[in-house]
């Protein structure tokens, strides 16, 4: 299951913006807001595209958005030195 950044950071125990903070303090991500290039292709986070119609100016809008696939939460957590508490299926559903 893939998952935005505030997503994870619920699930992380963490506040979304407090939880992007420690992502730029560690690198992975840029000032912008944007996944760090050294962290693309790695199989823990992407970058999503999407669109959006913009009717001031007649057009679409394109912008980014950082997703966090599953093996991504776990080495998110060793990163941050967050543990993880173990999911069961009772609890899930």
Do not use: C
């Amino acid at each position: 299951m893939n998952r935005t950044l505030d997503a994870t950071a619920a699930l992380l125990g963490l506040k979304p913006r407090a939880f992007r903070t420690r992502l730029r303090e560690l690198g992975i991500l840029t000032q912008n807001g944007e996944l760090a290039t050294k962290h693309r292709d790695q199989g823990y986070l992407y970058v999503d595209t999407r669109s959006r119609w913009n009717a001031n100016i007649n057009t679409f809008s394109y912008y980014a958005v950082v997703m966090v696939k599953e093996p991504g939460v776990k080495w998110l957590s060793t990163q941050l030195g967050i543990a993880l508490k173990p999911v069961t299926k009772d609890a899930a559903a």
